[in-house]
């Protein structure tokens, strides 16, 4: 039996091929959207993204220059570097986009979520979660005599391991604002 030959470059799919070649690596991306601020803009938006079905992980809207009616859309998104690249040429085809920047490939950013915690607990596990928050940086926002209401700004890192320390003191819900993010840097 001769033994199996496979051309330079060529990937093979089989179990007996674990590792993943560049393609098929999943990446995360952080896309700042410039748009026109009127009706339909984020449906179109959104609809490019379910209709080929594209994951997105976070979204925030908000208009940024009231004179010139523009609005950003910031875009957590994962997918390989081909798919990445076809969401950025395909929302760069969308008329009422002005923008499309990756702020992931284009240098250092900024990455910043507001989140809002109820706690609920009593005794030894409220004083536990007030001092992780003053650990965290967390400001309480509303107060019971049997729940807190924190709010945490932070990288989402910071919202998510705040979170995981929260859930066994009494976390009851969760409120998050998606990521917004601005490159760094004077460009």
Do not use: C, W
Not at 11 to 26: C, G, I, K, Q, W
Not at 117 to 139: C, P
């Amino acid at each position: 039996m001769s033994p199996l030959k496979i051309k330079k470059g060529a990937t093979s799919h089989s179990a007996y091929n674990l590792r993943p070649t560049f393609s098929d690596v999943e990446e995360r991306h952080t896309l700042a959207v410039i748009v026109e601020n009127e009706p339909g803009v984020l449906a179109r938006v959104i609809g490019l993204f379910s209709g080929r079905g594209y994951n997105i992980e976070s979204l925030t809207v908000a208009e940024v220059d009231h004179q010139g009616h523009l609005s950003r859309i910031t875009v957590v998104t994962t997918g390989t570097p081909q798919i990445i690249t076809q969401i950025i040429a395909q929302l760069g085809r969308i008329v009422s986009v002005h923008e499309v920047h990756d702020l992931t490939v284009e240098g250092p950013s900024v990455e910043r979520e507001l989140a809002l915690f109820k706690v609920s607990g009593s005794g030894d596990k409220r004083v536990e979660a007030l001092r992780l928050a003053d650990i965290f940086r967390a400001s309480v926002v509303d107060s019971t005599l049997d729940s807190f209401v924190f709010e945490v700004t932070g990288a989402p890192e910071k919202i998510d391991a705040f979170a995981d320390l929260m859930r066994p003191l009494g976390l009851s819900e969760v409120a998050r604002t998606g990521v917004v993010a601005l490159s760094r840097g004077t460009d």
